[in-house]
C-alpha cells in the first residue's frame, strides 16, 4: 500500500571527523523515499527552491519515489542544514539550520493523496505536519517524527500533533527534551501520556526501545564497523519501519516488533556511506539477508 511522507527535502553539509562534505542531498523525507524503498511505494510531499537540481528529483523518481507533491517555488532557496559528528560519531550538534522555502510552505494534497492509509509525518516544521494531517480522510497508521528545533520553537503545535498521530518516532536526547526527564524510560512513558499510542525512541548506536500501554522494550542497532556519515539514519530507520508495516497493512505488537527491528537493519545501512549513497546501493535482498543475520544474533 503506497506511503505518504511529507518533510524536508534538503542541501546538507556534514562534518565528521574525517571528511567533510557540502551540500549534498539530504532532508528526512528524502532519507525517507531512498531507504528500503522496495517495501512499498512513496509519494513524497515537500518543497524546494530555484537552486534544486532537477537532477535530484530525477534521481528519486530514478528510484521509484513519485515526486508529484515536490514543489519547486521559483526565487526561493531551498532548506539547508549543517551538522558537525563528535568523534564518537554517535552525537551531532547542528551548526547551521536555514529553513528558507520550509519556512511559509502550505501544502495542498491531491485528492488521491488526501485518502491515503499510511501517512508519515518526517522532520519538518509541526505547522507543515499538522496541516498535511488535517487534510487526510480516514488513514490507517500516522507516525511523525520531530526534533529539537521544532520542539523548541513550535512546542504548542506539538503539543496537539501528539494528539492527533497513532505514533511518535524522536532521538533520546529530544524525547528528554520534550518530556522534559533526564531518565530516558520516564521520557518515553510521560510522552506516551500526551497522546500517541506508541512512542519510539531512537538511540543512535544503541538502538531503539518501544512503548506503548502494553509493552516496553529495547533492540539493539545492527553493529557496524564501518560508520561513514550517520545523517539520515533516523529517516531510514522510520522508513523500515513504516514500510513494513503498509505492507503488512496492520499494526498488531508482533508486527510493530518486527517493523521495528526492519528500521533498524534499513538505518544501519545509512550510515556506512555518506549522504544517501549507500541507499541507492542496497537492494531488497541485502535488507532480508541483514534482518536474518539480526534474528539470529537475537536468539537465544
Ligand atoms: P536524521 O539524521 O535522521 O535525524 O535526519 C537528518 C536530516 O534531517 C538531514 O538530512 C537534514 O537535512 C534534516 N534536518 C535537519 N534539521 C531539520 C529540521 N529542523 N527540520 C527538518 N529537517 C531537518
Given amino acids: 500500500m503506497p506511503l505518504v511522507v511529507v518533510g524536508s527535502v534538503a ?64 526565487g526561493a532557496k531551498t532548506f539547508f542544514w549543517r551538522g558537525r559528528y563528535f568523534s564518537n560519531m554517535n552525537e551531532r550538534e547542528t551548526l547551521d539550520v ?50 529539537d528545533h521544532w520542539i523548541r520553537n513550535e512546542p504548542q503545535e506539538l503539543r496537539e500533533l501528539m494528539r492527533r498521530v497513532d505514533g511518535l518516532v524522536l532521538n533520546d536526547a529530544e524525547a528528554k527534551l520534550l518530556a522534559e526527564d533526564e531518565n530516558v524510560l520516564r521520557a518515553g512513558r510521560a510522552l506516551l501520556e500526551m497522546g500517541p499510542r506508541f512512542i519510539v525512541i531512537k538511540k543512535g548506536e544503541h538502538g531503539a526501545m518501544f512503548f506503548s500501554k502494553h509493552e516496553m522494550y529495547v533492540l539493539p542497532a545492527y553493529p557496524t564497523e ?31 516488533k518486527l517493523a521495528m527491528a526492519y528500521g533498524i537493519v534499513c538505518a544501519g545501512f545509512t550510515v556506512e556511506d555518506f549522504s544517501v549513497d549507500r541507499l541507492l546501493k542496497i537492494t531488497r535482498d541485502d535488507v532480508q539477508r541483514r534482518m536474518e543475520e539480526y534474528r539470529r544474533m537475537l536468539t537465544f
Fill in 226 to 256: 564501518q560508520v561513514e556519515d550517520p545523517t539520515g539514519a533516523g529517516d531510514s530507520f522510520a522508513r523500515g519501519m513504516m514500510g513494513y508495516l503498509a505492507e503488512q497493512a496492520d499494526y498488531t505488537p508482533e508486527t510493530l
Fill in 98 to 147: 536555514q529553513l528558507n522555502v520550509m519556512a511559509h510552505f502550505d501544502p495542498i494534497l491531491p485528492e488521491d493523496l488526501r485518502r491515503c492509509k499510511f501517512l508519515f509525518l518526517a522532520n519538518g516544521s509541526t505547522k507543515m505536519q499538522l496541516n498535511v494531517l488535517s487534510q487526510c480522510v480516514g488513514p490507517m497508521l500516522t507516525v511523525a517524527d520531530t526534533m
Fill in 11 to 74: 542541501f546538507d553539509s556534514v562534518e565528521t571527523p574525517r571528511a567533510t562534505r557540502e551540500r549534498v542531498l539530504g532532508g528526512s523525507a528524502v532519507y525517507f523515499s531512498l531507504a528500503a524503498r522496495f517495501f512499498t511505494r512513496v509519494r513524497l510531499v515537500g518543497v524546494v527552491g530555484e537552486d534544486w537540481p532537477p537532477e535530484y528529483t530525477a534521481l528519486l523518481q530514478a528510484q521509484g519515489v513519485d515526486t508529484a507533491g515536490l514543489q519547486v517555488v521559483p
